[in-house]
């Protein structure tokens, strides 16, 4: 068996990996990354599944436990809520951006204030309605009617007065998805 026949199910895995990840770095998620995840892991499973033979088990198990770690990783939330602190100094530089900004690996259709707090949604949050994240003042509650949404929005504090947020379709948590959620709350 080649090299090249062994390994490109591996490389599309982990290139989907990164996908995924990049897909829930927001509330909401975006929904393109989240696609091009799906399309690449089947890819992958196809070319894994048809040329087992003359693979170590070690080899083997790639596939399945890099799947794995990485939908449990995504749909926890924890690769969004740690690349927010990292983010969190410069997202505050946005809010005199109206027209949408991006930083780092953020990507916002608006940026807006209102009663006291900026609002930022992110772009191709196709996971929800509507999400993205808030800066309130100090002393300052996010209202959970954002914008002329048609649900209320559901709050995660982020601390320093910082919210993650959105209008769910189905009650999805905040961080990361999970298609088995089924119910949603709006208290802050």
Request: net charge positive.
């Amino acid at each position: 068996m080649s090299r090249v026949r062994t390994w490109w199910p591996i490389v599309c895995c982990l290139v989907a990996a990164v996908a995924l990840l990049y897909a829930v770095v927001l509330p909401g998620g975006y929904l393109t990354w989240l696609w091009v995840a799906m399309v690449l892991w089947l890819v992958a499973a196809v070319g894994w599944l048809r040329s087992p033979a003359g693979r170590s088990w070690p080899i083997r198990l790639v596939l399945p436990v890099v799947s794995v770690v990485t939908m449990v990783v995504a749909c926890s939330g924890v690769a969004g809520r740690v690349l927010f602190a990292w983010h969190r100094p410069g997202l505050a530089q946005l809010a005199a951006s109206p027209l949408g900004a991006s930083h780092g690996l953020y990507r916002f259709s608006a940026v807006w204030s209102h009663d006291g707090c900026v609002t930022y949604v992110t772009e191709d949050s196709g996971m929800s309605h509507f999400a993205g994240l808030v800066r309130c003042s100090p002393g300052v509650r996010p209202s959970p009617r954002l914008g002329d949404t048609a649900g209320d929005a559901v709050f995660e504090p982020l601390g320093d007065d910082w919210y993650a947020f959105t209008v769910p379709r189905s009650g999805s948590p905040v961080w990361g998805f999970n298609p088995f959620a089924v119910g949603a709350t709006t208290e802050v």
